[in-house]
């Protein structure tokens, strides 16, 4: 079978951002009913490319060449929606009503809804729907998972793999691209190099390609060594300048320094656990959580230990950063208690990247006080060097915030999340417009971290990768917890979230009413099993002991702060020191007793 002319095809294109080579050289070739995804680092000028591939920007050099009459559809990374309703939106680019109102209907949204005060994701299904509407040749999707619940995303999966025409993807879900690609374009170096396989081969390829280059740097390295070598002891020898030789070595040297320009910066993540929180993290009982009428959380009871990574999934509005702040205290449980664990340090990196104002720099972010240094888990560092660290440059430092794209604002979150010790992480939604690279760091950062972690999130492969534990929201109020990540979730919860009442994964079919629950079979009255007189007793000592060491632990580690003191009095010095060590020894002991006596309550009250 004879190969098929692509839909569109980049030949040696070249492109200049300012000062910068955005792309030097690239081709690119997009086949007929193809999902490709393109992938690359924040900044590489994925977003660009797709841009040239319509049309919408020129190259400064190369050619584009396309067949006559395709029809494009793009989702940018950040839609606009305009228009009265949603329906105006969908058919502003000459799609059919009906199409667009199925479309609509298909992704969860109303055609008749307005187009104000929609949410991230809303915004994103409105978008989705639209371009479908408009029946392309290809589809270019930057992005489409970002403020996506599960539900929704793997809709959309569906709807690209039954879909008649191609796609170019950009997107750093991995779940999402190894289920509906079929081709991979990797922007790397200012340039695409191309691989015929979905992307659940992209990792091994990529990882081969690499080591190859490094292989061919190195050699390039040893060569100008060399050359060097000769070249210099030749004018010793002869006294005159072999200037063909000196070309040829002037010319090996700039190979280098282009070759050197484009190696990747690496991402330096760190993280400091802090002082030891207790043993306890949380204890949830009978949780309960109502906004009027809706019931958002049914009663739910759990338990977060030191060290447990604990991720949260459910749909848009099920309540996920409800069940969090109710977890960290911050707000009030309807019905039921939470009890916090003792010498808790907690940072929360809010989805919603509040307190980054678009008119404040980077440098403003970075330093709120003012001055050129941040503290970065306890030292002082300079606001440029930590920058750096974030692969931010210099230049960047003085830009408003409203100039970085997506990535960007979440690097700085992560920066600004990172700089101080925390025993607890809480993330709620970290994955969002962060390339693979970045993933893969904050991955390992948070397998190695000896903290608590909760993780929110909709990126499956992410929760695979890290959560020891899974709790599932259905927006019903029913919660259900489960060891492992998502897939352990899935196997072990069928059809839990998928009769979930999802804001974003289409409209709620009507179910049948549920047959009436039998009539309880009469049994005698059984007195329930409790704790005895001595174990109650121990138990409320217990409790009123782990909220009292706490105190006393901080008091002494405010003597130990003053640096004056071993040198002022040595003995009293470590009397506190040996004072320190058995609060906090006493405070863990306290703590296992209480959580066997209070695993030994919940079982005999069954």
Known sequence: MAPRPPLVALKDVRLQDGQRPLFDGVDLAIEPRTRSCLVGRNGAGKSTLMKVV?????????????????RFAYVPQEP?????????????????????????????????????????????????????????????????TNHMDILAIELL???IISARCAALIVSHDRAFLNRVTQSCHWLEGRKVRTLNKGFDAFDEWAAKTMEEEAISFQKLTKTIERE??????????????????????????????????????????????????????????GVTKAFGDRVVIKPFTSRI???????????????????????????????????????LETVYLDQSREGLRSDMTLWDALTPGGGDSIIVRGISKHVAAYAKDFLFTEAQLRQPISTLSGGERNRLLLALALAKPANMLVLDEPTNDLDMDTLDKLEELLEAYDGTLILVSHDRDFVNRLATSTIGM????????????????????????????????????????????PAP???????AAKLSFKDTHRLKELDALIHALPADIAAHEARLADVNFYSRDPAGFASTMKALDAARARLEAAEEEWLELESKREALAG
């Not at 910066?265 to 949380?282: C, F, H, I, P, Q």
């Not at 079979?521 to 007195?527: D, E, G, L, R, S």
């Open 228 to 285: 060097t070598a000769t070249f210099y002891s030749s004018i010793t020898a002869r006294r005159s300048r072999n200037e063909g030789r000196a070309r040829s070595l002037d010319a090996l040297r700039a190979e280098r320094a282009e070759q050197a320009k484009d190696r990747p910066r690496e991402l330096n993540l760190g993280v400091d656990s802090g002082s030891t929180s207790g043993k306890l993290v949380a204890d949830l009982k």
């Open 54 to 70: 319509m049309g919408l920007i020129e190259p400064d050099s190369g050619t584009r060449s396309m067949q006559s009459s395709v």
């Open 474 to 517: 259905n927006g019903r109020g029913d919660i259900v917890e489960t060891p492992g990540g998502w897939n352990d979730f899935i196997r072990q919860n069928p059809g839990f979230l998928r009769d979930s009442v999802s804001s974003d994964a289409g409209t709620a079919k009507p179910k049948a009413e549920a047959a009436p629950a």
């Open 305 to 343: 230990l030191r060290g447990d990574r604990l991720a949260i999934v459910g749909p848009n509005g099920a309540g996920k950063t409800t069940l969090v702040k109710i977890m960290l205290g911050e707000l009030e449980p309807t019905d039921g208690t939470v009890k916090l664990g003792a010498s």
């Open 521 to 527: 079979v009469a049994t005698a009255p059984t007195k």
């Open 157 to 159: 999966e569906t709807e």
């Open 80 to 144: 606009v929606i305009a228009g009265d309703t949603l329906l105006d939106y969908a058919t502003s680019n000459e799609a059919e009503p009906w199409t667009a109102e199925a479309w609509l209907t298909t992704f969860g949204m109303d055609p008749a809804k307005s187009t104000r005060g929609l949410s991230g994701g809303e915004i994103r299904r409105a978008a989705l729907a639209k371009a479908f509407a408009e029946e392309p040749d290809l589809l270019l999707l930057d992005e489409p």
